[in-house]
């Protein structure tokens, strides 16, 4: 039979047909900018609600934990968007996390994964997550995991010296910034497959140094398990080449703080948005 519907639009009509609200009156809720802690049935996560650019805005948003399907949700319709900074480009990143964030001085983990962690004892091991997102109106937006990579191990905030390490999966008219320094192939497993990515690899030194490794296929759904340590490995290679600011030695002492998972959304020029994704099996695995 033809496939007549993708899951991204099926997921909508969802949205469409059944409202604005989520699925089930006893789930965990944000209905602002904020966070909270959950219990998935795999790790221990903090949701934010992070619109860290947006000055106000109108309209509804929302971010739910399911615990009966072990999905955290995100909703947004806004509209009127002002922005605090319009050179800081994008609105916001609303996300799910594990381990410590240094903007929240907030986190947990567990024995799976102990973080923070000095890059140089970062374990052989998997991030795994299944998402479907979806938007409308070309909504600039990217599906992206992150990690801070910090001098110290319960920092408070990112600044020189330290780095930003960004892994993209998917991206619409968004791009990241700084410069293409690199290509490199590392593999992920893509719906249970081992299969080879070609990333793009872009270097920044602004107020910290960050790195973006971006997909060279756009991926708009699936499930995937991504080897966060083969990307630490070649950052020390991009860091050497690339950073006026932290050697080697510097970098093997550094920690790695957090793993995050969200989807960076808008321009200056983007004043309302229309959006929203699902994240479910989280579990962190050794190679």
């Known amino acids: 039979m ?3 519907f993708s899951y991204p639009i099926f997921i909508f009509l969802l949205f469409f047909i059944l409202g604005l609200t989520p699925k089930y009156k006893d789930a965990f809720i944000l209905t602002k900018p904020s966070l909270g802690d959950v219990k998935t049935n795999n790790l221990p996560l903090t949701l934010e609600l992070n ?4 000055e106000r805005y109108e309209g509804e948003t929302w971010m739910a934990f399911y615990k009966q399907e072990d999905t ?5 319709d806004i509209k009127n968007i002002v922005l605090r900074d ?3 480009w994008v609105h916001g990143y609303p996300e799910v996390y594990y381990g410590y ?3 929240s001085s907030h986190g947990t983990s567990i ?3 102990i973080l923070p962690i000095k890059t140089s004892e970062f374990p052989d091991v998997y991030f795994g997550v299944k998402y479907s997102i979806w938007y409308e109106k070309n909504l600039p937006l990217n599906f992206a995991m ?3 990579i910090t001098r110290e191990p319960n920092q408070n905030s990112v600044s020189s010296g330290d780095i930003e390490m960004m892994v993209w999966l998917y991206a619409n008219r968004l791009g990241p910034a700084g410069r293409k320094v ?3 192939k590392i593999p992920i497993i893509l719906n249970g497959v081992i299969k080879m990515i070609t990333w793009d690899v872009y270097f920044n030194s602004g107020s910290w140094d960050y790195v973006t490794y971006k997909s060279k296929e756009n991926i708009i759904e699936g499930e995937v398990n991504i080897p966060i340590k083969e990307f630490l490995k070649n950052l020390k290679d991009i860091i050497k080449s690339n950073s006026s600011r932290i050697t080697l030695e510097k970098y093997e002492n550094m920690y790695v703080t957090v793993w995050e998972v969200g989807t960076e959304f808008g321009d200056p020029y983007t004043r309302e948005a229309k959006f929203g994704w699902s994240f479910s099996n989280f579990n962190i695995e050794k190679k």
């Open 101 to 103: 964030k240094p903007w």
């Open 111 to 113: 024995e799976k994964l």
């Open 86 to 88: 319009r050179n800081s």
């Open 2 to 4: 033809k496939k007549i």
């Open 146 to 148: 992150e990690t801070w």
């Open 72 to 76: 955290v949700e995100f909703y947004a």
């Open 51 to 54: 619109f860290w650019n947006i």
């Open 182 to 184: 690199s290509e490199v």
